[in-house]
């Protein structure tokens, strides 16, 4: 699959398979997501791949609404996607390098995850980015270390479905030249 057509492919999948996914094959995705740019090559953001039925269940249950629990009960593996605090966007003595303060830890973490779910889409797997979710729960169940934050859960499995692309915007409203 060259690249365009991994762009353009790539979709946001609500309906899995139970085939469960190989830890070499997870392993080379986020392999290719740290390949992803980050601030000053500080590569901040971390994965943990839930596997842990009892986990996936509290984390349906407790800690997501309905419409992110209903794709995670039928996940064989969920990604919670975390980064290390205080670095990216931070000079070295703990200040902000710019006006967008702390909010370069996201941008990085984004980039990561876009390079993740477009890897998984080319070993043949479907994710979907959520971002609703209990943040403090899933913080003290995963008993996340402090210098470490919760940015995003990423579902990862076998797709039974092949969903149309969402109508996307067109690029004389999205570009603009001068
Ligand atoms: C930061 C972020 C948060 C998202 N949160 C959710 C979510 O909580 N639940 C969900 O079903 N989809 C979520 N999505 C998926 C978007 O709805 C989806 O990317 C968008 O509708 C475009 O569809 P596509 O990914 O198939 O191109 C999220 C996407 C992003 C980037």
């Known amino acids: ?43 901040i953001t971390r994965y943990i791949a839930i596997e842990d039925l009892s ?21 064989p593996v969920l990604i919670a996607v975390t980064f290390v605090k205080g670095r990216c966007g931070f000079e070295r003595d703990g200040s902000y390098t710019t006006k967008k303060k702390d909010r370069w830890q996201m941008f990085d973490v984004g980039a990561a995850c876009q390079t993740f779910c477009l890897s998984a889409k080319d070993h043949g797997l479907g ?21 470490q934050e919760l940015a995003a859960l990423i579902a990862l499995g076998y ?18 030249y001068r």
Not at 59 to 64: K, L, M, P, R, V
Not at 159 to 176: G, N, S
């Open 55 to 75: 986990i996936l269940e509290t984390i349906a249950e407790q800690f997501t609404p309905d419409y992110n629990s209903n794709i995670i009960k039928q996940i």
């Open 127 to 147: 994710t979907v980015i959520m971002g609703v979710f209990d943040e403090d729960g899933i913080t003290e169940l995963l008993q996340l270390p402090d210098d």
């Open 1 to 43: 699959m060259n690249v365009n057509e991994c762009i353009r492919s790539r979709r946001s999948i609500r309906k899995y398979q139970s085939r469960l996914v190989d830890h070499s094959i997870i392993d080379s995705i986020v392999s290719d997501a740290s390949y992803s740019p980050s601030w000053k090559n500080t590569q």
């Open 159 to 176: 797709p039974d479905i092949d969903p149309e692309a969402p109508k996307r915007k067109t690029t004389d409203i999205l570009l603009q």
